[in-house]
T-cell receptor, first 110, second 114 residues
Framework: RKEVEQDPGPFNVPEGATVAFNCTYS??????FFWYRQDCRKEPKLLMS???SGNEDGRFTAQLNRASQYISLLIRDSKLSDSATYLC???????????FGTGTSLTVIP | EPEVTQTPSHQVTQMGQEVILRCVPI?????FYWYRQILGQKVEFLVS????????KSEIFDDQFSVERPDGSNFTLKIRSTKLEDSAMYFC????????????FGDGTRLSIL
């Protein structure tokens, strides 16, 4: 079983739409969770950390559900510039290894 | 804002040759990582490094690979005898001390093996 799983998409949404991505992780001991975005042929860039109580940064909201072992990312009022691949990243508290999902591709259409 | 820097941005090498990819992590960071991403595929963990030694490595990180922090500034990845399948983007990342915070990535080295 993969450590981190994401729906690869692609998600094609019109400008202004709300879109949500989910990510599941296999190890219940996982402690730290992040969403990164990656533009084509570029490095992953931190979008936001995911906290237990959920957190919001502008149009972006991240949620963590430990019981079901998934994290989510909600993007409101999508912009063209949101088009990218969104990577779910999980870390175990016992190790120094981060597990990446395959990424979910988003294209925002004018 | 401090950033992770990687050199070169693109390396072209003949199969069987040795390559060294260089990274300068953010100066007060203590944990260092190498990842690779084959075109069109996911980001894959190679190795993590802390306190001057490898803390974890993946199955990909076999005897052909080694890492070094020779001078307290640079963090290098060496591939001893490159294969065609080593062609990929190689990303270096670092993070600070304390609780498990996020990693910060360099903009990568594209390695092309001919």
């Amino acid at each position: 079983r993969k450590e981190v799983e994401q729906d690869p998409g692609p998600f094609n949404v019109p400008e202004g739409a709300t879109v949500a991505f989910n990510c599941t992780y296999s190890n219940s001991a996982s402690q730290s969770f992040f969403w990164y975005r990656q533009d084509c042929r570029k490095e992953p860039k931190l979008l936001m950390s995911v906290y237990s109580s959920g957190n919001e940064d502008g149009r972006f909201t991240a949620q963590l559900n430990r019981a079901s072992q998934y994290i989510s990312l909600l993007i409101r009022d999508s912009k063209l510039s949101d088009s990218a691949t969104y990577l779910c990243v999980v870390n175990l508290n016992t190790g120094n290894q981060f597990y990446f999902g395959t990424g979910t591709s988003l294209t925002v259409i004018p | 804002e401090p950033e992770v820097t990687q050199t070169p941005s693109h390396q072209v090498t003949q199969m069987g040759q040795e390559v060294i990819l260089r990274c300068v992590p953010i100066s007060n960071h203590l944990y260092f990582y190498w990842y690779r991403q084959i075109l069109g595929q996911k980001v894959e963990f190679l190795v993590s490094f802390y306190n001057n030694e490898i803390s974890e490595k993946s199955e990909i990180f076999d005897d052909q690979f080694s890492v070094e922090r020779p001078d307290g500034s640079n963090f290098t990845l060496k591939i001893r005898s490159t294969k065609l399948e080593d062609s990929a983007m190689y990303f270096c990342a670092s993070r600070g001390d304390g609780s498990v915070g996020p990693q910060h990535f360099g903009d990568g080295t594209r390695l092309s093996i001919l």
